[in-house]
């Protein structure tokens, strides 16, 4: 079993900015990719970033792209979101996930662990 707890979610106003944190609880975090997903209401789950194992550029949804920031620290066993520029559009649950050794696609990755999530709330 892998734990997953997201924190750092809130109450935001369009054009501020929100940083996410996710902590971990394998020993072996390294070996896992690490990715951040959001749900809004009536809406279907929505990939955003993920940060692999092996690999070392990090990965983003084109919703996204430019304005967040996917990153890790396998020290502390954590990743991070940092949300710039934010929109209303951008409000949503926000869930951390993780996957061992994934090695597949981004664009249909189902993974297997993760957080219970965070609700971010852009007003305008």
């Known amino acids: 079993q892998v734990h997953l707890e997201e924190s750092g979610g809130g109450l935001v106003q369009a054009g501020g900015s929100l940083r996410l944190s996710c902590a971990a609880s394998?020993?072996?975090?390294?070996?896992?990719?690490m990715g951040w997903f959001r749900q809004a209401p009536g809406k279907e789950r929505e990939f955003l970033a993920a940060t692999g194992w092996s690999s070392g550029s990090p990965s983003y949804a084109d919703s996204v792209k430019g304005r967040f920031t996917i990153s890790r620290d396998n020290a502390k066993k954590t990743v991070y979101l940092q949300m710039n520029s934010l929109k209303p559009e951008d409000t949503a649950v926000y869930y951390c996930?993780?996957?061992?050794?994934?090695?597949?696609?981004?664009?249909?990755?189902?993974?297997?662990?993760w957080g219970q999530g965070t609700q971010v709330t852009v007003s305008s």
């Open positions: 394998p020993r072996t975090f390294s070996t896992y990719v």
């Open positions: 996930a993780a996957e061992q050794f994934y090695s597949g696609s981004y664009y249909d990755w189902h993974p297997n662990y």
